[in-house]
């Protein structure tokens, strides 16, 4: 929250319709080598792409573009944030999605599908959000907007993992990433219903 409020500038611009764009591309690779994996890659991308219109996309700011636990260091009540080779402006969504799809990542890597796991994302995840908006000064209506924004970047995330892990020969990163698509849009659904 502090860096998205810094006022730091970027060239480097980064929107949904960019990832979107980069979704849609990978599909295309995956519908030539893969074609059931590319066809189910490709109908996953263009629900995140639904999604996305259905939600108020937020002003960009500064923002750190691949945040995730792993570029957080911690010693005692000091912290840091490193790796900014992927800095860019890009609404809040972005970095919130993003670590949100690597926290779940992370969960689901050491549970498995278990319903336990789950919930531990969740609540993890939640707290997370929780503190993000707090720090953020978000009132209810700009913070439900995060949420709904941070989803579409999550899956968004989710989706470039699995495509990453299939371009490395990685099926168990793929597995883990395809797993949490289908929950992830399957818990959008539920919520939108």
Same mark, same amino acid.
């Given at each position: 929250?502090?860096?998205?409020?810094?006022?730091?500038?970027?060239?480097?611009?980064?929107?949904?319709?960019?990832?979107? !764009?980069?979704?849609?591309?990978?599909?295309?690779?995956?519908?030539?080598?893969?074609?059931?994996?590319?066809?189910?890659?490709?109908?996953?991308?263009?629900?995140?792409?639904?999604?996305?219109?259905?939600?108020?996309?937020?002003?960009?700011?500064?923002?750190?573009?691949?945040?995730?636990?792993?570029?957080?260091?911690?010693?005692?009540?000091?912290?840091?944030?490193?790796?900014?080779?992927?800095?860019?402006?890009?609404?809040?969504?972005?970095?919130?999605?993003?670590?949100?799809?690597?926290?779940?990542?992370?969960?689901?890597?050491?549970?498995?599908?278990?319903?336990? !796991?789950?919930?531990?994302?969740?609540?993890?995840?939640?707290?997370?959000?929780?503190?993000?908006?707090?720090?953020? !000064?978000?009132?209810?209506?700009?913070?439900?907007?995060?949420?709904?924004?941070?989803?579409?970047?999550?899956?968004?995330?989710?989706?470039?993992?699995?495509?990453?892990?299939?371009?490395?020969?990685?099926?168990?990163?793929?597995?883990?990433?395809?797993?949490?698509?289908?929950?992830?849009?399957?818990?959008?659904?539920?919520?939108?219903?």
């Amino acid at each position: 929250a502090a860096i998205h409020g810094s006022g730091v500038g970027s060239d480097t611009i980064r929107g949904a319709p960019d990832e979107l !764009g980069e979704l849609a591309a990978a599909a295309r690779v995956l519908r030539r080598c893969s074609p059931l994996l590319g066809n189910a890659f490709s109908g996953w991308a263009d629900e995140v792409a639904l999604l996305e219109t259905a939600t108020i996309a937020m002003p960009p700011g500064f923002s750190h573009g691949d945040f995730t636990h792993s570029q957080l260091m911690f010693d005692g009540t000091r912290f840091a944030l490193v790796d900014f080779d992927t800095v860019c402006r890009a609404e809040p969504a972005l970095d919130v999605g993003h670590f949100l799809a690597h926290l779940r990542l992370a969960v689901r890597k050491r549970t498995g599908p278990s319903p336990g !796991g789950s919930e531990l994302a969740e609540r993890l995840g939640m707290r997370f959000l929780h503190a993000y908006m707090e720090t953020a !000064g978000l009132d209810e209506a700009r913070g439900s907007d995060l949420l709904a924004r941070a989803h579409v970047y999550e899956l968004v995330s989710l989706l470039r993992v699995a495509f990453h892990g299939w371009l490395k020969f990685k099926p168990k990163r793929v597995e883990l990433a395809l797993g949490l698509i289908r929950d992830r849009l399957a818990a959008w659904g539920a919520a939108a219903t």
